[in-house]
């Protein structure tokens, strides 16, 4: 993980250093008087390496965190439904579906597990969005961690419209530790409510029916 985090900061920097490579005669032309082509020019240029910096940072996330899948890969819409069982267990697990992706999070709706939720304090409700790409056999993973606020029962819980989204870089990657392994009845399993719990579930039950997974921003 400490290698995909350093690959992912090197590309970073190696983005910043061809900027300031481009910049470099601009801002020379700009020291000599250049007129007001080179200032336009510098303008332009800085306001692109913001605007050009996430959709730079996404495809560089897609292509290190990357995982090939094990064996055969199902069909999609085998894998959407083994996917969905997570509803069907006694965890505080729930899945969704939001057009073509399945977002995963905390079972704040309902009434049990609203109370254990709610008394953890969390301040951020982690949420695991996953995107089917069935001619790639690819599952692109986002974390979305948003604000919540608890109010008395379940309808009352207040997630924020706005968020982080991006890599959160707590996972593991294992056989013994997909869906039906962590979330059928009767398993003991001391919820700490944090994102990797969730996650490496999800990302392994993707893996051990053959599909790959990458980490993407959106």
Do not use: C
Request: cysteine-free; glycine content about 8%.
């Amino acid at each position: 993980m400490l290698s995909k985090f350093l690959a992912v900061f090197g590309y970073i920097v190696l983005y910043m250093v061809i900027w300031a490579l481009l910049l470099l005669p601009v801002a020379l032309l700009l020291r000599r008087g250049g007129g007001s082509g080179p200032l336009t020019a510098l303008l332009v240029m800085t306001a692109l390496i913001f605007i050009l910096f996430l959709p730079y940072l996404n495809i560089t996330t897609r292509r290190i965190f990357h995982f090939p899948g094990e064996g055969m890969p199902i069909t999609e819409a085998a894998l959407r439904e083994e996917l969905l069982t997570v509803n069907e267990f006694d965890a505080p697990v729930m899945v969704t579906e939001r057009g073509d992706k399945l977002i995963f999070t905390w079972r704040y709706v309902d009434a049990r597990w609203w109370e254990l939720l709610s008394k953890a304090g969390l301040t951020q409700i982690y949420e695991l969005h996953v995107k089917l790409d069935d001619e790639r056999k690819t599952a692109v993973l986002i974390d979305v961690t948003k604000s919540v606020s608890w109010r008395a029962g379940p309808e009352g819980v207040n997630i924020g419209m706005f968020g982080f989204r991006g890599v959160n870089f707590s996972y593991e990657v294992g056989k013994a530790w997909g869906i039906r392994e962590n979330f059928t009845p009767g398993k003991i399993y001391d919820y700490k409510f944090s994102p990797q719990e969730i996650k490496n579930p999800v990302l392994n039950s993707i893996l051990q029916n053959g599909w790959q997974v990458r980490f993407g921003m959106w």
